[in-house]
């Protein structure tokens, strides 16, 4: 059984920082992909930051230049850097991983952590 596990949200003023963590856990034999979404009330879920096993990486427009995603594999656990927060970050972040188990390939989710950006 797989697991990952979000810690690193919490309550930030605007212009702040945060850094989140997500380790995943388990029969992992191999991760393609690690990223986190996140989903504010009312609205769908949204891709933030994806990095691949060969470091590529995509940002959603509205946090380029702001967030930096990174990962380290020997911990199979990725990061996601959050600077010069805006109210408009605030939402719950979610894990997501693409990886291979002993048996299947399929995409694993974290039970996600709580971001608030407010004065």
């Known amino acids: 059984q797989v697991q990952l596990v979000e810690s690193g949200g919490g309550l930030v003023q605007p212009g702040g920082s945060l850094r989140l963590s997500c380790a995943a856990s388990?029969?992992?034999?191999?991760?393609?992909?690690m990223g986190w979404y996140r989903q504010a009330p009312g609205n769908q879920r949204e891709l933030v930051a994806r990095?691949?096993?060969?470091?590529?990486?995509n940002y959603t427009d509205s946090v380029k230049g702001r967030f930096t995603i990174s990962r380290d594999n020997a911990k199979n656990t990725v990061y996601l850097q959050m600077n010069s927060l805006k109210p408009e970050d605030t939402a719950v972040y979610y894990c997501?991983?693409?990886?291979?188990?002993?048996?299947?390939?399929?995409?694993?989710w974290g039970r996600g952590t709580q971001v608030t950006v407010s004065s």
């Open positions: 997501n991983a693409d990886l291979r188990t002993n048996y299947v390939r399929q995409i694993y």
């Open positions: 388990g029969s992992i034999v191999r991760i393609y992909a």
């Open positions: 990095i691949t096993s060969g470091a590529n990486t």
